[in-house]
């Protein structure tokens, strides 16, 4: 099997996507309705547009990642580390750019709005994982692209780490109960399921941390972690987002170009808080 062939990568997406939902049925992390406010259609609508965009984007990223290792145009092609180290430096690069891309969305006001289609889905399972926008899409898409070009990054390097993210973010998204032993031993660096649900907490300081999208050491390097055992108790959603008509498909691809709820023109959402969270370094 060919990991850099973009359909390829979509076989154990929907492998572990399935699993996944079985799982949430048979032991729930916590009982919440799949069909509130009609997330259950807009998720399904906004999955196919994710993953169609993936394909088309990771059929960009691997010829351009072809291009410049063909070349040697990258970085680690100049200091000829090793296939391995190569791999690995590959991976954590990769990761800190998510993690770049994802922090900068949560402070930046106009790219929040983008954001904001993933974070008020009133519940939280694996089909969140692709509850996104397509110019959320194209945003993550540059961050990579830009990090594995520069680099020089192998195609096969690049596309196991698109690979692994995306069955992660459905993981770490699905409703899942994870024993708090094994999460204790994992969260110290990896992105546990229960890591990130305090990610999609409602209070505000949870909201902003937890940005990881592998390894976790990033948010306590960048000071921006939150314990995971907050994760099973918090609430979900954003404040503001509550109503039924501002979840359908329609309402979700144009959140990017309104206003949020009581916003002000010009007003920045990194005044305030939505109400006391907890965050630890």
Known sequence: MDITS?????????????????????????????????????NAALMVITLTLGIALNFALALGSAYVAERELGALQHLELGVVPSFVVSF?????????VHRLMHQTPVLWRIHLVHHIDPAVDATTALRQHPL????????????????????????????????????????????????RILVRFWVTPNMHKVHHSRART???????????????LFGTYTMSSRGPSVSYGIEGYDRPDQH?????LSLPFRRQPGQTRGEDRTLGALEPGVRKP
């Open 6 to 42: 973009p359909l390829t990568r979509l076989l154990p997406i929907l492998c572990v996507l399935a699993i996944a939902t079985v799982i949430e049925v048979i032991a729930p992390l916590r009982r919440q309705s799949r069909w509130v406010h009609g997330r259950v259609l807009t």
């Open 92 to 100: 954590l690069a990769l990761d800190l750019a998510s993690y770049a």
């Open 136 to 183: 959320e899409g194209l945003l993550r898409f540059s961050f990579i692209a830009v990090t594995a070009w520069t680099l020089g990054a192998s195609p096969a390097a690049v596309a196991a780490y698109r690979v692994l993210g995306s069955l992660n973010s459905i993981l770490e998204h699905a409703n899942i109960r994870v024993p708090r032993s094994l999460d």
């Open 206 to 220: 949870e909201t902003d941390s937890n940005y990881a999208n592998l390894f976790s050491f990033f948010d306590r």
């Open 248 to 252: 359908s498909i329609g309402a979700v």
